[in-house]
């Protein structure tokens, strides 16, 4: 939303007599996906209703915007407000610190993390946010701050989502003043929980092939910081927060209150306990290195910063986010096309692509019922290893004589839609690109460039570049007849420096960069809207709300082997859907650790998301092929689900625990998924009942196994009740044991899955 300061007031005037509908009027949980904001003139309070959650803050005596309620959905009668400012508790705690802002600008008597801290030319520092105005625009709530004197304008932006009531909020900040000014950090919001002293928090952090670990941590008194200071969105942390009650929250009971940041750029979420027990999230652009310069009349808006609530455990946060991914986030929402299977060769040619083995490998997959081929690495420019060719997107004609047609038609021939993998922000020395334009890349003049896998990064910011990128990459479509990208990015920044831009604009590259990313990927899909694209960072180190809106899948990890890939891929799925989540079968022993296991284990492990299979398939016997065949065929029957369906976690297999499980239930409930792991058997002991959740209560399900072996005397169909309770016992013994169980709603034909 971008409101200009000057139309404000007008506007305000306009939407508080005609659009704010009244208090006690509760908007109900509309079957349509927007609700709208309200306000109460009486109490100076704004209220959002959506899905079970209810978000007022209002204006306060200090003229001070701050929240007064985030949780539980209250009824419409329920007195919210007037927000009152803390009390000043001593000299050393003023009311500027101590009231929990909705975005605070440095200044005044603040002492806690600020939203926004600013610079002017003149030396002052001094910004001291205050409510002018607001305005309600459909789903839309934009309410106005200002610092006259300082000559600052911030324009905050909510949006409710009515089926899970995930807010979404950000910033627009305007010099609305005479001098310029340099914005040192801006947040996107800054969430602030009820007070309480027995928080705790969990956060995803992680390494290139093992992403994803989930950690736990009590919030005491001081500051966790999660962050990027990579320039990209990382592995180290994901811009992703639960945060829960006491020691009490698990998957099925709790507080949780939840969020997600989207944007692909270096991102800060830091949380923030005062002695008093005031816990505050502040999110946005990681003030590390941070300086966006802004002239009169000029704006920085931020990246969204989405959050929700629940009761029902950190669970149901995570189902509520997949569903809010899926809708409301990627690219097709919920008429976006199911995932494909997907043949890679990656791991079992790497670099050594051409067309006769490419030609073998895609017969080989069509057999077993690939829906499309992917070439990777290696089909571009001099690229016979990482050394070279990165930036030089034209074909190797020593490896594809005649271009990629003969391959693409073949192919196609064969019944499968085709992919390419494309680094484009990326470039070698030893590149004609570079050897052209060897000031397209971030560097500061004089100094080392380091190199990362013998790479350079080519500076997005600059529009040059971007023109390039779009322009060569829309020339590789068009030339082309090629379904999917799988877009890499294989290192982080360093030496960040923009030299065309003067010193003091340079260090907007943190964010000019990301937005022309965004540019390209968005001017790129609205050229070839059938295209799809696959998000991967040398695994999952590029996964966020930003890039998935512009992506159609993400590539999670480098790491294939599919028991480690059981924590990897449960640790996604606490921020981010399984609709995105790909995940292949590859060969045995796996090349990360040696580790041997078998097909039906690898395929099982990899049916939990978009299944893709990465083997090198002219070593697969007949038998291997046969069994793969099932699983594929299988894997169309129920993939619905368990790519759009409920997903719940059985078993956690974090911290290297033996067992993992989940089930995913089918949106109409006519279907259930089971998959279930043993990773070790260790002293004869059984594995855990699994009680199943999320079905219909009163009907009944059949199951049928794909793979294991259920405890004797399991009753053929029984109701949802009796899955439930009772559960199902699964025989696994030994090590790498797994099993896949599928169960069907009697009288209810089984989900046939869609693709493109
Ligand atoms: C990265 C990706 C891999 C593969 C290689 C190719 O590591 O994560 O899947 O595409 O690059 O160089």
Request: glycine share 10%.
């Amino acid at each position: 939303m971008k409101l200009r300061a000057r139309t404000i007031r007008f506007a305000t005037l306009l939407a508080a007599s005609l659009l704010a509908a009244p208090v006690g009027v509760i908007a109900k949980a509309s079957p349509e996906r927007t609700v709208s904001p309200r306000y109460d003139p009486a109490h100076r309070v704004f209220r959002l209703d959506a899905g079970d959650v209810t978000y007022a803050m209002g204006v306060n005596t200090d003229g001070i915007l701050q929240t007064i309620y985030w949780g539980a959905r209250l009824p419409a009668a329920d007195p919210l407000g007037p927000a009152v400012p803390a009390p000043e508790r001593s000299s050393f705690d003023p009311a500027g610190a101590l009231t929990p802002q909705e975005y605070a600008g440095w200044g005044g008597a603040m002492t806690a993390t600020p939203a926004l801290k600013i610079r002017l030319d003149d030396g002052n520092r001094d910004v001291v946010l205050r409510y002018d105005s607001y305005r309600v625009d459909g789903e839309h709530l934009s309410i106005l701050l200002r610092d006259a004197q300082a000559g600052v304008a911030v324009t905050l932006d909510y949006t409710a989502d009515a089926a899970t009531g995930i807010i979404g909020r950000s910033a627009h900040i305007e010099n609305a003043g005479k001098q310029a000014l340099t914005i040192d950090a801006a947040a996107s919001a800054t969430w602030n929980l009820p007070r309480a002293d027995d928080y705790s928090l969990r956060y995803l952090t992680g390494t290139w092939a093992g992403e994803w670990h989930l950690q736990t941590r009590a919030i005491t008194p001081g500051a966790t910081v999660l962050e990027s200071r990579r320039g990209s969105t990382g592995d180290e942390n994901n811009p992703w927060f639960a945060i829960g009650r006491g020691g009490e929250w698990n998957e099925e009971h709790g507080d949780v209150w939840f969020g997600a940041l989207a944007w692909s750029g270096s991102w800060s979420i830091r949380v923030d306990e005062d002695i008093l027990g005031q816990v505050r999230v502040v999110g946005g652009y990681n003030p590390f290195d941070f300086a966006y310069r802004l002239k009169p009349g000029e704006t920085l808006d931020t990246p969204v910063f989405y959050a929700g609530y629940t009761r029902d455990g950190i669970g149901e946060a995570s189902r509520l986010l997949h569903r809010f991914e899926r809708d409301r986030i990627l690219p097709g929402g919920a008429r976006a096309a199911l995932r494909p299977v997907l043949y890679n060769s990656w791991e079992a040619t790497e670099f050594k692509v051409d067309e006769p083995g490419q030609e073998r490998l895609a017969e080989k997959a069509a057999a077993l019922g690939v829906e499309r081929f992917v070439v990777d690495d290696g089909w571009f420019g001099a690229r016979d290893n990482d050394h070279a060719g990165l930036g030089d997107w034209v074909v190797n004609r020593r490896k594809f004589p005649n271009g990629l047609k003969p391959l693409i038609d073949k192919v196609h021939g064969l019944g499968m839609s085709f992919g390419l993998w494309v680094e484009p922000e990326m470039v070698n020395r030893d590149s004609d690109l570079y050897r052209a334009h060897p000031d397209w890349v971030l560097n500061f003049p004089g100094r080392e460039r380091s190199e990362g896998r013998h790479q350079l990064v080519l500076n997005l910011a600059r529009e040059d570049v971007k023109a390039h990128l779009l322009e060569v990459l829309d020339r590789l479509l068009s030339e082309n007849d090629i379904q999917f990208l799988k877009w890499d990015y294989n290192r982080n920044w360093s030496e960040p420096g923009w030299p065309q831009m003067s010193p003091d604009e340079q260090q907007k590259v943190y964010v000019a960069y990301v937005r022309n990313l965004y540019d390209i990927l968005r001017q790129l899909r609205a050229r070839h809207p059938k295209v799809e694209i696959e998000s991967c960072s040398g695994g999952g180190a590029r996964v966020d709300l930003g890039i998935m809106a512009l992506t159609d899948e993400v590539w999670p990890s480098d790491n294939t082997d599919p028991s480690d890939r059981l924590s990897i891929q449960d640790g996604f799925t606490y921020a981010y859907a399984p609709a995105t989540m790909m995940a292949w079968v590859t060969g045995s022993p796996n090349w990360v650790n040696n580790r041997v296991s078998s097909l039906d284990f690898r395929f099982l492990s990899s049916m939990q998301g978009g299944l893709g299979i990465g083997a090198n398939l002219l070593d697969w016997t007949p038998a291997e092929e046969a069994t793969a065949r099932g699983y594929v065929a299988e894997y169309k029957k129920i993939r619905a689900t368990v790519q759009r369906g409920s997903l719940y976690r059985l078993l956690s297999p974090q911290e290297r625990a033996p067992w993992s499980a989940t089930e995913s239930v089918a949106d109409d409930g006519a279907q259930a998924v089971l998959f279930a792991f043993q990773r070790q058997g260790e002293e004869a002991r059984p594995f855990p009942t699994l009680r199943l959740r999320g079905l219909d209560v009163k009907a009944r399900y059949r199951f049928r196994v794909m793979h294991g072996k259920v405890a004797p005397g399991t009753p053929d169909v029984a109701s949802g009740a009796y899955w439930m309770q009772r559960g199902i016992d699964l025989v696994m013994k030994g090590d790498l044991q797994a099993a896949g169980v599928v169960f069907e709603r009697e009288g209810t034909a089984s989900h046939q899955g869609v693709t493109r």
